[in-house]
């Protein structure tokens, strides 16, 4: 794993340096062969779908068909990845894609395919790119240095964009010489680059320090971890209000093409190019755009950019006066959606990245899914022009959400672990699963600062929430009212552990305040506790009780 190296927040970086990294170049080539391939696909797909006679509700599920897997598995895949090795997932997904492109092609050379079997394989498609996404993403941060972590993720929605730009117009092409089975094709030999790459890499890892959690256990504390983390939770909506809108172009982009210009599949691919186009621009200009605006006015301007998008392709009949507004769209609809993604990967320490990215495109693919069906449905029923019209409508009204919901700024955040914590010595035989366990911590605070004092405990609150605390409660002695009490549970010793472990260097400032705050003697006395029954037989090792606590260790070690 590279070093974390800690520049401070004026460091910059250069765009490229991230490709220093031989790792990071080489898959980065890769990832930009296999995403021509996608794309190319892509186009083979939407397109098959439109020639087989397809109605427009089913032409549109073809865009729904494969982000909805993202919705639906994008958790699992994000807590897989935070508790694995991210490299093994990311090549058996490889493999898996591999494996479905080749049988997608051969039943289109033998003219075998329906629409639902169309639908079926993109849904399939859709599965290995939600096992894929947070692996990759979460990854390039054991490929890079933090200081390179941001200028990384931009290079990889460039590179993306990249092959935006020129995939789907060499897409069009392939499909209107050879057919639909030759995209599908070329998407299958895409992905062998890949799969070579990371079979070849192998990263030094650090041991593992604990054993992974369960799956439902690590889902669990993902939602936790975003549920209590307020500008994640701003950043998740806005997504998914972007994608629910913003969609509506592409998912109609076969009908603009065949219906509003009167044009055919190569056509169709000029369009999918000058959108890929307009992000390649999008990008290149993200940097010098974020220097001289703040977030939220960045992403306010690339909503009503989409909207301008998404108004002229519904009401022009002009290819070319098309083509301009997929590029002002691509270009728009790059800076909303790096913008979300860097926010969230650099609001999120490394043991949750995973999760915390898989709950962001859950929601963002999921309002693309949701609006892909959407938006078919409002083409069948009032035409694919007026449909546009209204989602230009939407993307407005996402723009106007920010006056209430802004978007934090983006931080560079030292979400290192604190590794201030050691395991305390124990003088009562317990095992890992051993608990529940109850942890209090008394303060002696004056009545001066008992305002403050409460301030940074609701900040305190929501942080030991997050890392998986719970019942906390803050408790004031009655008779002695300068002394306070925090209390709060972990189901087992482990969970404790674990608990203790997810401390980070930018929460540090919250403990340094409280014993700011205590003018107690020494440091605030910290007792740790299991449960115990009362009554009955001797109880061995870990038993799970609900009455009587008892000591575990020394009281003066911090918890």
Not at 136 to 165: C, H, K, T, Y
Not at 319 to 334: D, H, Q
Not at 336 to 358: I, K
Not at 541 to 554: K, V
Request: charged share 15%; proline share 6%; with cysteine.
């Amino acid at each position: 794993m590279p070093p974390q190296d800690a520049e401070g927040p004026d460091s910059q970086p250069s765009a490229l340096a991230p490709f220093r990294h031989r790792i990071f170049l080489a898959v980065w080539i890769a990832s930009l062969a296999s995403n021509f391939g996608g794309l190319i696909q892509s186009v083979g797909a939407a397109w098959l779908m439109t020639s087989i006679g397809a109605s427009a509700d089913l032409i549109a599920l073809v865009q729904a068909s494969t982000t909805l897997p993202i919705m639906l598995f994008s958790l699992m895949a994000g807590a897989i990845a935070d508790n694995f090795e991210r490299r093994k997932l990311m090549l058996a997904s490889q493999l898996f894609l591999l494996v479905v492109s080749v049988a997608l092609t051969l039943c289109t050379y033998f003219g075998l395919v329906t629409p639902w079997l169309l639908l079926a394989f993109t849904f399939l498609v859709g599965c290995g790119t939600a096992f894929n996404g947070p692996a990759w993403q979460s990854l390039v941060g054991e490929m890079v240095p933090r200081s390179d972590l941001p200028a990384a993720i931009a290079l990889n929605s460039m590179g993306f964009n990249i092959a935006r730009s020129v995939g789907p117009a060499l897409g069009g092409i392939i499909v209107a010489t050879v057919g639909a089975f030759a995209a599908f094709a070329v998407n299958a030999i895409s992905y062998l680059g890949l799969i070579v790459v990371l079979a070849r890499w192998q990263p030094v890892r650090p041991p593992r320090a604990l054993p992974p959690e369960t799956l439902g256990s690590a889902m669990a504390a993902g939602i936790r971890y975003v549920a209590m983390s307020p500008n994640l939770g701003v950043v998740l909506l806005r997504g998914a209000v972007f994608g629910i809108a913003a969609i509506a172009v592409q998912a109609l982009m076969p009908l603009i093409a065949r219906d509003l210009i009167q044009g055919g599949p190569l056509t169709f691919g000029l369009l999918l190019g000058a959108f890929g186009a307009g992000a390649v621009g999008g990008a290149l200009l993200s940097t010098r755009l974020r220097q001289a605006l703040s977030l939220e006015a960045l992403v306010r301007i690339a909503f009503l950019s989409f909207a301008v998008c998404a108004a002229v392709a519904g009401s022009s009949p002009f290819a070319l006066l098309t083509i301009v507004a997929m590029a002002l769209g691509g270009a728009s609809w790059v800076l909303a959606l790096s913008s979300f993604n860097a926010t969230v990967q650099l609001s999120s320490p490394r043991w949750v990245v995973g999760r915390a990215l898989a709950l962001y495109q859950m929601m963002t693919f999921g309002g693309m899914a949701f609006g892909s069906w959407i938006w078919g449905v409002a083409a069948e029923r009032y035409g694919t022009g007026d449909a546009l019209l209204i989602a230009a409508g939407v993307l407005v009204a996402g723009a106007a959400l920010g006056l209430r919901l802004p978007l934090p700024e983006l931080k560079t955040l030292n979400l290192d672990p604190l590794n201030r914590w050691t395991e305390p010595d124990i003088a009562v035989d317990i095992l890992p699963r051993s608990g529940p366990i109850v942890i209090t911590i008394e303060y002696a605070i004056r009545e001066a600062d008992v305002v403050a004092f409460l301030a940074v405990m609701a900040e305190r609150r929501r942080i030991r929430r997050r890392d998986g605390a719970r019942h906390w409660t803050l408790l004031r002695d009655l008779e002695n009212p300068e002394i306070w009490i925090e209390r709060y549970h972990n189901p087992t010793w482990l969970d404790y552990v674990r608990h203790n472990q997810r401390i980070t260097q930018a929460d540090a400032t919250v403990g340094e305040r409280l014993r700011e705050l205590h003018q107690g003697p020494g440091r605030p006395r910290v007792r740790r506790m299991i449960e115990r029954q009362t009554g009955g037989p001797a109880l061995g090792p870990g038993s799970q009780t609900h009455d009587l606590t008892e000591p575990l260790t020394d009281p003066t070690r911090s918890s």
